[in-house]
């Protein structure tokens, strides 16, 4: 990297790019060998912490197109497409989504792809795959493995480590296992089993810097205690739906409702998103203190028509006394079902 820019030291230019958001990096390395080496520098991404340059990015994928991830840019209201994850299976999904130490992970899942033949899916049994996109090379790495093929689990970062727990082995075989990663190390360590399963989809959120386990359907939490090490249960009576945390609180749409959960405690937020009632596969997480809720697919009312894949995205605004709802920029490549979603501080 010499003579980024004419007449300034190298060290001054490379806080002077630090500055350029990130949608505009792949045009920019166009610019010269020099600017291409800076901006897939490790240097540079620790030039944009120290001149309070870093963005926080929403990650989405998609059922369609195929294994493809976008980043959605809140202050600039637009989507950036990555490279195809690169896994041997085609339609991989119920796999955990996270983000830490400036990596996307995707981890596990199992194929949801069809056989045109058969008509079966492709592969039952679950993937201990991990993944991470690294955003300075936009390329993706496999990690290590978890210690449990997994589908349908837990997913949650706490204080920078990602931690996965329950799920399915394999189509009919759930686990109680739970590991915790270290990707500094890059490295799997068991931790104590789940002190119940069932046969759901597993649920995680961090929640007072806690992480909380639940299972679709089940009014039972398992909380893991970090100084113990160990789990105990609560039931909260938390209601089925989606949910999110945003900043420590939960967030669950029912019956088209939204409501507010502070343990036992609960309140409406917002009393009809009738948007949402016919809409089936969407993802909501909390973002920047906000709700968003992406994409989905919505039943058709005749039963031989198809179904009408959503690529739009609606914020909730809870910042002022009175939440209201307001639509950002659509996914402009993926749709339908969301199969991952997560935050990503670049």
């Known amino acids: 990297m010499s003579g980024l820019i004419e007449g300034l030291p190298d060290a001054i230019a490379l806080r002077c790019l630090a500055r350029v958001p990130y949608y505009l990096h792949p045009k920019l390395e166009l610019v010269s060998r020099s600017w291409k080496a800076a901006f897939r520098s490790a240097e540079l991404f620790r030039a944009r912490q120290e001149v309070g340059s870093s963005e926080d990015l929403l990650c989405v994928c998609s059922y369609d197109p195929n294994n493809t991830w976008q980043l959605y840019d809140p202050l600039r209201d637009l989507w950036i497409t990555l490279p195809e994850l690169p896994s041997k299976r085609r339609h991989l999904s119920h796999f955990g989504a996270a983000s830490t130490s400036q990596y996307l992970f995707v981890l596990g899942g199992r194929s949801d792809a069809i056989d045109p033949l058969t008509g079966d899916h492709d592969d039952n049994l679950s993937t201990n795959e991990v993944w991470s996109f690294d955003p300075v090379t936009r390329n993706w790495l496999m990690r290590a493995p978890m210690l449990v093929p997994r589908a349908m689990f837990a997913c949650c970062v706490l204080e920078g480590k990602i931690i996965v727990a329950g799920g399915f082995t394999s189509t009919s075989k759930s686990t109680s296992k739970t590991e915790i990663y270290d990707s500094e190390k890059d490295l799997w360590v068991p931790l104590p089993d789940l002190l119940q399963t069932h046969d759901s989809t597993c649920i995680g959120v961090v929640i007072g810097g806690k992480v909380h386990i639940m299972y679709k359907g089940q009014s039972t939490v398992q909380i893991f205690d970090t100084l113990e090490l160990k789990w105990r249960v609560e039931d909260y009576g938390w209601l089925p739906g989606p949910m999110a945390a945003v900043q420590d609180s939960l967030y669950v749409m029912c019956l088209g409702l939204i409501f507010k959960q502070d343990g036992r405690d609960r309140q409406v937020v917002i009393p009809a998103v009738s948007q949402f009632l016919h809409r089936i596969g969407m993802a909501m997480i909390g973002f920047r203190g906000e709700?968003?809720?992406?994409?989905?697919?919505?039943?058709?009312?005749?039963?031989?028509?198809?179904?009408?894949?959503?690529?739009?995205?609606?914020?909730?605004?809870?910042?002022?006394?009175?939440?209201?709802?307001?639509?950002?920029?659509?996914?402009?490549?993926?749709?339908?079902?969301?199969?991952?979603?997560?935050?990503?501080?670049?």
């Open 291 to 346: 709700l968003y809720v992406i994409g989905g697919v919505v039943r058709p009312v005749r039963l031989d028509a198809d179904l009408v894949k959503l690529s739009d995205v609606h914020v909730l605004n809870l910042r002022g006394e009175k939440p209201t709802w307001y639509c950002v920029a659509p996914m402009s490549r993926c749709h339908g079902t969301v199969l991952g979603c997560t935050e990503l501080r670049i």
